[in-house]
């Protein structure tokens, strides 16, 4: 094993295709040659994308690579929320519907169900979350008239953390749950439901946890 080695060329033998040639100090053959490098996400492990030079440089087709795994930036004001963890919620878009944790931070969202939702998304998507994913629709109706002679905050209170209650119940948190507008009270258990978050993009590659994207398997010649 030669360690802090620099690779000064890599190529194929003129003599046979099945042949690689590796300069290092020295010269290696040999009829395989496996790529361990790893992709352009997190350089700071020494990842730096190097295997995808290689296959270019063998002709290999590589395709587009982008973050995934990757925290989501958001249009949204999230320093009311920055620092709050939300567990097991449901962060969905189009088809794809991730229930996990959750964290808002003060440029979006983290934590496991936007790291994964992340993977489907690329800016300009409108992702929507759901507080409560066990609870349907009909039966917040029934928590709320339970609790008509509460305050929409406390009452709040009792389904999502104290801020969470404060940032939806905006101007009307001192107000009773009896003396919402019917249209009120809808939009308030919609927000529950499936509050909408426009995603403006993700976390560079550096700052992602996986490289999405890369040797194009679907143009490769398998032999067993």
């Known amino acids: 094993m030669l360690l802090f080695s620099l690779i000064r060329k890599l190529s194929l033998s003129k003599k046979s295709m099945n042949n690689f040639k590796l300069s290092l100090q020295t010269d290696f053959t040999s009829d395989k040659l496996i790529v361990t490098t790893g992709g352009k996400s997190y350089p700071s492990t020494g990842s730096t994308g190097f295997g995808h030079d290689i296959a270019r440089h063998f002709k290999l087709h590589v395709t587009d690579l982008e973050a995934a795994e990757s925290p989501l930036l958001t249009d949204f004001p999230h ?18 519907k991730i229930t996990h944790d959750l964290l808002f931070t003060h440029f979006g969202l983290s934590g496991p169900a936007a790291l994964r939702l992340s993977s489907f998304v690329k800016g300009g998507e409108i992702a929507h979350l759901d507080f409560l994913p066990n609870q349907c629709q009909e039966n917040l109706k029934t928590y709320f008239e339970e609790n008509r002679e509460k305050s929409v905050k406390n009452t709040l209170k009792g389904l999502v953390p104290e801020r969470v209650a ?59």
């Open 79 to 96: 320093k009311a929320l920055q620092g709050i963890s939300l567990d097991d919620v449901t962060l969905s878009y189009g088809k794809h």
């Open 166 to 224: 404060e940032f939806l119940a905006g101007d009307k948190a001192d107000s009773k749950i009896k003396q919402l507008h019917p249209k009120d009270l809808e939009n308030l258990i919609s927000q529950l439901k499936g509050m909408e978050i426009p995603i403006t993009g993700k976390m560079s590659l550096a700052k992602s946890f996986v490289t999405k994207g890369g040797v194009d398997s679907r143009r490769l010649i398998l032999k067993p």
